[in-house]
């Protein structure tokens, strides 16, 4: 994976880490500084869980390596495109919760990456180690920048295009998905 299909690769997962980070910031006002962590705590979750589920993938490397390409297409295909009906059918409740507090921050760190992980076990089934490493801290320095500008945008009052991104996200993925099935049956 080349340092561009990871920054994309990045962008199209954070959406949903910048989208909370805004309306965390809008709703509770929080001070800067409890956005910088929720912004951190974010990053570590979304590196965090796209590196696990490249070690799982890459366990069965070998297993599946004469069909990793389709692997890694069929991932990314659910992912964008589950990024696209949600963006469309995700009935979204405004339950009150105290974004400022730790707790909180982790379950949206992890209820924000789980499509990280299944991302992770397709570039674990299909790049190297030191590809998966790379694309890891880039959607860490990746998700936190967002995050802080969702923090900084949420502060403002200023509105986010939630569908619009979330649609885009689900494209660049699915995007992905189908260059790495030609990159690996066309070459």
């Known amino acids: 994976m080349t340092l561009v299909e990871s920054f994309l690769l990045a962008l199209a997962l954070c959406v949903d880490s910048f989208v909370v980070s805004t309306t965390s910031a809008f709703k509770s006002k929080m001070p800067y500084s409890r956005g910088l962590l929720l912004a951190f705590v974010l990053a570590i979750f979304q590196g965090l869980f796209p590196l696990l589920g490249a070690l799982?993938?890459?366990a069965f490397k070998e297993v599946a390596?004469?069909?990793?390409h389709w692997i890694a297409f069929g991932l990314l295909l659910i992912v964008g495109g589950k990024m696209?009906?949600?963006a469309f059918h995700d009935d979204k409740d405004d339950a009150?919760?105290?974004?400022t507090q730790i707790g909180t921050?982790?379950?949206?760190g992890v209820a924000t990456?789980?499509?990280a992980f299944v991302v992770g076990?397709?570039?674990?089934?299909?790049s190297t180690r030191w590809e998966t490493l790379?694309?890891?801290l880039v959607i860490f320095v990746v998700t936190f920048v967002v995050s802080v500008v969702g923090v900084f945008l949420g502060k403002r009052n200023i509105p986010v295009p939630e569908k619009a991104a979330t649609v885009l996200a689900g494209i660049v993925l699915i995007a992905l998905g189908t260059y790495t099935l030609l990159q690996h049956t066309l070459l």
């Open 105 to 108: 921050m982790c379950l949206l």
């Open 121 to 126: 076990i397709g570039f674990g089934l299909s």
């Open 65 to 68: 390596s004469a069909v990793d």
């Open 113 to 115: 990456s789980i499509d």
């Open 134 to 136: 790379v694309t890891v």
């Open 84 to 86: 696209i009906w949600d």
């Open 96 to 99: 009150t919760l105290d974004v």
């Open 56 to 58: 799982l993938g890459g």
